[in-house]
T-cell receptor, first 115, second 116 residues
């Protein structure tokens, strides 16, 4: 099993450009999450999906959209990138629909820079 | 809103000493508290967790204690080694409204440095 995979690993965008971060898991997990990690801020939840076909906002959803394409894939889209979105983005998955009641498995991260 | 506070933000200890990291949470309904370790440039990984019906849990050199009344929990690492150097995150599970889904709220992280 590859676990949780993310693409791309690195990306540089100009302000106003759009892009989609891809995440896939092969563990048949129900719940998937998108976090951003900034120095001194910990991991902040952007959006999550408890099951295929459902999505919910996390702590910092503004400027982002998500799609739970199927049980395996959960993508994060930046429609108009801003310098404040420079961050490391982690995708995670969990076997339980109730999300955090159990280990979350993280992907390797995407380092995004917006200039 | 839901919040998890973590202290200290940095911690430096000598090899062999103990390290303690403390977290407080705001949602009294939280019932699951994991700790994640993140080495430089790598992804966070679960090292230990505790549920609200347990006051303490140990796994070799690491232990977690929970005080539900005071809404705080702590990570204890004994006999620290240089390979324990990393960023440690606490988290609290929060249920989402009536949909019976859940999410983790993370603390800000503690950078632990173990000096040889």
């Amino acid at each position: 099993n590859a676990g949780v995979t993310q693409t791309p690993k690195f990306q540089v965008l100009k302000t106003g450009q759009s892009m989609t971060l891809q995440c896939a898991q092969d563990m048949n997990h129900n719940s998937m999450y998108w976090y951003r990690q900034d120095p001194g801020m910990g991991l902040r939840l952007i959006y999550y999906s408890a099951s295929e076909g459902t999505t919910d906002k996390g702590e910092v959803p503004n400027g982002y959209n998500v799609s739970r394409l199927n049980k395996r894939e959960f993508s994060l889209r930046l429609e108009s990138a801003a310098p404040s979105q420079t961050s490391v983005y982690f995708c995670a998955s969990s076997p339980r629909r109730t999300g955090g009641l159990g280990e979350q498995y993280f992907g390797p991260g995407t380092r995004l820079t917006v200039t | 809103g839901e919040n998890v506070e973590q202290h200290p933000s940095t911690l430096s200890v000598q090899e062999g000493d103990s390290a303690v990291i403390k977290c407080t949470y705001s949602d009294s309904a939280s019932n699951y508290f994991p700790w994640y370790k993140q080495e430089l440039g790598k992804r966070p990984q679960l090292i230990i967790d505790i549920r609200s019906n347990v006051g303490e849990k140990k796994d070799q050199r690491i232990a977690v204690t929970l005080n539900k009344t005071a809404k705080h929990f702590s990570l204890h690492i004994t006999e620290t080694q240089p390979e324990d150097s990393a960023v440690y995150f606490c988290a609290a599970h929060v249920l989402h409204g009536s949909s019976n889904t859940g999410k983790l709220i993370f603390g800000q992280g503690t950078t632990l440095q173990v000096k040889p």
